[in-house]
């Protein structure tokens, strides 16, 4: 059976059914799903949860879906760490598998079809998640656009507010390829075509938030990614291939110079951002699975961040190895947004090295805004052990350089202009390099009992204390 959303949640209810729940009674598609979701953020839970009656509609709506690493890698077969489920992602991306096209007697996302006057965006369960959100935002669509000329075939996630019955926003962060091809076609005074695939497996999803070289290939990836091709379908309105196995699938094009006032949003960073006038989407077909699921990102919190951050984890350590193969695992923690914080580890054979390192980090992904090296003894997915070495192994008079005005996160709330007193795409950049020098400069040792005790210890000799000693 294909991999899609649906085969998914099987194994999910199958092997971690704790992590997928269920709402029966209605909700309120302004605040009422996102609300209960943080409840249970707030108790550190982040279980999946489907809304099976979401007011105004009679879609039911997922939430809350990419909440987790240990479900992403339950989705990529099944890693059993992060370091692993890197390393798989690195390999996998270096072995591409090309889509399909299929027939659309077996594309389940053409069993219902709405073109013309009965295109209504209103039948969708768009949820309103965060307090100051402009309003209920289309957020987890992958959207599919082919690049003008080369008939190359791009995906990205980008935020679409709901502006009417046949109409979305387009907001498109300027590092991504997506934007390059929306601003060709503009240039070209011609209308852009666009599909938004809504409900997918999660690694389909995450390959449109991947960094490939080059725009393209996030097809390629999202088959390595499932370990077979992904199934297309031609579009019934615009000249796109679309996925045969999506939920829902909102066709359409970008008129060229139009523009409509869009935000606040919610963004990875945790605060609100990014309003005024900007491109649209004009919705020309909708169609779906008979009994659709509807499939949204709550904004701003670990449903984002993790959906963002997890795919770009292996295109980084492969890339970077790349530049310094003696790097051995990347991070991008939670506490810096899944995105700005990078932690590298890394075998040193020369000073120098842990410098090149980062700047090959910030190259590849322009949101990391600061980067620590650590020794390959540190493991980059436990927080605590990257401070230990930056309290212990780092001086900032040597190991500390900054980099200013590069392009950078500009969600983020510090992000500058040219001049700096205004908002912009600029940022600082740092690099902590916090390995050890290298001989013949003498370093302490750690202090630790000898290795062979560890092993021999009898953790079974432990039991409960008996306040009949004192």
């Not at 695939?197 to 999202?222: K, M, N, T, Y």
């Not at 031609?234 to 869009?262: D, F, K, N, S």
């Not at 969600?411 to 912009?424: C, H, I, Q, S």
Request: with cysteine.
């Amino acid at each position: 059976m294909p991999k899609d959303l649906r085969s998914y949640l099987r194994l999910l209810a199958e092997r971690r059914p704790e992590d997928l729940l269920m709402v029966d009674e209605p909700v309120d598609p302004v605040h009422g799903a996102s609300a209960l979701v943080e409840a249970l953020e707030r108790q550190q839970r982040y279980p999946a949860v489907l809304f099976r009656q979401v007011k105004g509609s009679d879609i039911p709506c997922l939430l809350n879906l990419g909440a987790s690493f240990e479900r992403m890698a339950l989705a990529l077969d099944e890693q059993p760490s992060l370091q692993a489920m890197e390393e798989e992602l690195a390999r996998r991306e270096q072995q591409p598998v090309a889509p399909v096209i299929v027939d659309r007697r077996d594309a389940p996302v053409k069993e219902a079809v709405y073109t013309g006057d009965q295109v209504d965006l209103g039948r969708l369960p768009v949820l309103r998640h965060n307090e100051l959100d402009a309003g209920p935002y289309v957020d987890a669509a992958t959207a599919i656009m082919v690049q003008l000329g080369s008939g190359v075939c791009n995906m990205g996630l980008y935020r679409h507010q709901l502006h009417g019955k046949n109409r979305l926003g387009v907001l498109i962060n300027p590092n991504n390829h997506g934007h390059y091809i929306r601003s060709e076609y503009e240039e070209a005074g011609k209308p852009c075509p666009v599909a938004l695939a809504i409900g997918h497996h999660p690694w389909f999803i995450a390959a449109g938030v991947s960094r490939p070289e080059g725009p393209g290939q996030e097809l390629e990836l999202a088959g390595a990614f499932l370990g077979e091709p992904v199934e297309l379908v031609p579009a019934e309105t615009q000249e796109l291939l679309v996925p045969a196995r999506a939920e829902i699938v909102l066709e359409g094009y970008i008129p060229p110079g139009e523009r409509q006032y869009e935000g606040p949003f919610g963004e990875w960073p945790g605060y609100y951002y990014k309003h005024g006038p900007e491109p649209c989407m004009v919705v020309t077909a909708i169609t779906t699975r008979r009994r659709p699921i509807y499939h949204s990102i709550f904004n701003a919190h670990p449903d984002h961040t993790i959906f963002g951050c997890a795919p770009r984890l292996g295109s980084l350590l492969r890339r970077i190895k790349g530049a310094v193969p003696g790097v051995k695992a990347v991070s991008l923690p939670a506490s810096g947004g899944c995105r700005t914080f990078c932690y590298l580890s890394m075998k040193k054979r020369s000073e120098g090295e842990p410098k090149q390192a980062a700047l090959a980090a910030f190259v590849i992904d322009s949101a990391i805004r600061h980067v620590v090296v650590v020794d390959e003894d540190i493991d980059v997915f436990d927080e605590q052990q990257v401070l230990w070495a930056m309290a212990m192994r780092f001086q900032a008079d040597r190991d500390l350089e900054m980099i200013r005005n590069t392009l950078g996160g500009y969600l983020t709330p510090r992000a500058y202009g040219y001049n700096r007193l205004e908002k912009g795409p600029l940022g600082t950049k740092l690099i902590f390099d916090c390995t050890r020098p290298l001989p013949p400069y003498e370093f302490p040792a750690e202090a630790h009992a000898p290795e062979a005790a560890v092993a021999r210890a009898n953790l079974k000799a432990l039991k409960p204390f008996d306040l009949a000693v004192l």
